[in-house]
């Protein structure tokens, strides 16, 4: 079975910083997108952030933008997630997930492996 290791969660105050990682296994890794995705109590699973294969192109949520950065190591095939300006609406479980293909994309769709995903909880 495929395993993403998520790390980096926590508590924080708003206005905080966050940095999330996430090692992958490197036949999932190399080659393909990453995205980052949460899901906070009571709603649906939405997407976050994502990077293509070689780290040229990425997306963000336009609720994360400016604040979030999504990066990625191909030489210790990690993807990070730095979180700045935390809010209250960021508390979620964040998961990792890799795509089946190089490009970005939004959709949870092409996100063939998932992490087990980590607590993000942000205090006012």
């Known amino acids: 079975q495929v395993q993403l290791e998520e790390s980096g969660g926590g508590v924080v105050q708003a206005g905080g910083s966050l940095r999330l990682s996430c090692a992958a296994p490197?036949?999932?890794?190399?080659?393909?997108?990453m995205g980052w995705f949460r899901q906070a109590p009571g709603k649906e699973r939405e997407f976050v952030a994502c990077?293509?294969?070689?780290?040229?192109?990425?997306r963000y949520a336009d609720s994360v933008k400016v604040r979030f950065t999504i990066s990625r190591d191909n030489a210790k095939n990690t993807v990070s997630l730095q979180m700045t300006g935390l809010k209250v609406e960021d508390t979620a479980v964040y998961y990792c997930?890799?795509?089946?293909?190089?490009?970005?994309?939004?959709?949870?769709?092409?996100?063939?492996?998932w992490g087990q995903g980590t607590q993000v909880t942000v205090s006012s």
């Open positions: 997930a890799a795509s089946e293909l190089a490009n970005v994309e939004v959709s949870a769709l092409p996100y063939i492996h």
């Open positions: 490197r036949n999932i890794f190399e080659g393909y997108a």
């Open positions: 990077i293509d294969w070689n780290g040229g192109r990425t």
